[in-house]
């Protein structure tokens, strides 16, 4: 474990924290004026390695030389030119800050962190992080790598193995369900309406990127169930028609080893270590496509709901006593994700690729993203 300390004056800023993967959903922006909860989990963080904050440059500006070093290969509208490296935790975790006068940029509901730090350190006023909390963005505080330096503090567990994983259920073993209340900020008590998760939404659109990269340009199949409300508008609308579709199934600890002609695993991504899960001996080498750990299992092994009311006292975890609430409305695959993971994987030179990505804004009105 560890604690991250001012880099002027030594002051304590956080709690003991352990390291965790930066979930795929940290830059996503959801609805409009939809209050979204804490990005980490209590006693945890991550370390962002995208550059983030201002200052912001154009494609233009930026020229296809330095993108490509950047890791960026089709042209994309800005980049930042923060520093890379934030320290992503949870508000509730910090210690010793105050929040800067003057510094308060947002829209209507909160602070966006857009033009800088906005807390400092309480001992000595250095700018040390960025507080989030504006409507549409998951809450989370971002401490400024060159204004903070890790401490050890205390025995950190090992990271669980694959098998240990798929068989408990704690934090880090849980699923993520699909669906969930929404609640915009502009209302007051317990308003609000039940969406698809933004979770499975960002999710998707990272999914999305490498399936599209996968598929060569043929069509692609998908398990039944959830993973066709995922993707097969986007297949369709995206891919073409034709007679030899590549296949995708889901792969990952607990099930069956996959058939050795599978073109593409739809596989989990370890909570803590953000390592992605391959074939142990694979017979042929498959695209393994990443998918969050907590919406991997859920696909793979489906919480259970009481098909009728439930009588007698509600068990443990069970939050319902009728059946799970109907689909809301087509599942729309968060756009932004699928943006930003496509154009950072070298397939995305290729020009149907970047037809795709320059058809975007139009493909907003199919109602896929």
């Known amino acids: 474990m560890f604690v991250f300390v ?5 002051a304590t800023l956080t709690a003991r924290l352990s390291q965790v993967a930066l979930p795929v959903h940290a830059h996503q922006k959801y609805g409009n004026g939809v209050q979204l909860p804490v990005l980490m989990e209590p006693g ?4 962002d390695p995208e550059p983030w904050g201002p200052p912001r440059r154009t494609w233009e500006e930026l020229g296809p030389g330095e993108a490509a070093a950047r890791g960026i290969h089709a042209p994309v509208s800005a980049v930042s030119d923060g520093a890379a490296g934030a320290i992503v935790t949870a508000p509730g975790d910090t210690r010793g800050t105050l929040l800067i006068p003057g510094k308060a940029d947002g829209y209507c509901c909160g602070l966006d962190g857009a033009s800088g730090p906005n807390m400092a350190c309480e001992r000595c006023g250095l700018p040390v992080a960025s507080r989030i909390d504006d409507c549409s963005l998951w809450q989370a505080v971002r ?3 060159d204004a903070v330096r890790r401490i050890p503090a205390g025995h950190t567990a090992a990271p669980l193995s694959w098998e240990e994983l798929t068989a408990q259920a704690g934090t880090e073993g849980k699923s993520t369900p699909p669906f969930e209340p929404i609640t915009p900020r502009a209302r007051s008590g317990s308003d609000s309406w039940w969406s698809w998760s933004p979770q499975w939404e ?3 659109g990272q999914a999305l990127a490498h399936l599209l990269v996968a598929s060569q340009g043929r069509p692609v199949t998908v398990p039944d169930g959830l993973t066709v409300k995922m993707f097969q508008r986007a297949f369709d609308a995206l891919l073409p028609a034709g007679p030899t579709p590549r296949h995708a199934l889901l792969a990952g600890p607990g099930l069956p ?7 593409i695993l739809l596989v989990p991504v370890h909570p803590r270590t953000g390592e992605t899960w391959a074939p142990a001996h694979p017979d042929r080498p498959a695209y393994c496509v990443p ?7 859920w696909l793979a092994f489906p919480d259970p709901y009481p098909p009728v009311p439930a009588s007698g006292r509600m068990p443990d975890g069970v939050l319902r006593d009728d059946p799970f609430p109907p689909h809301p409305h087509p599942f729309r695959i968060d756009q932004d994700t699928f943006e930003h993971t496509l154009v950072r994987l070298p397939a995305a030179r290729s020009p149907w690729l ?3 990505l320059g058809n975007l804004t139009q493909q907003t009105r199919t109602r896929i993203f």
Do not use: K, N, Q, S
């Open 6 to 10: 001012c880099a002027g004056c030594g």
């Open 44 to 47: 945890t963080f991550a370390v």
């Open 202 to 204: 960002a999710a998707a």
């Open 143 to 145: 401490l400024a790598p």
């Open 291 to 297: 998918l969050p750990y907590g919406i991997w299992r």
């Open 257 to 263: 080893a996959p058939a050795p002609h599978t073109d």
């Open 354 to 356: 970047r037809e795709i």
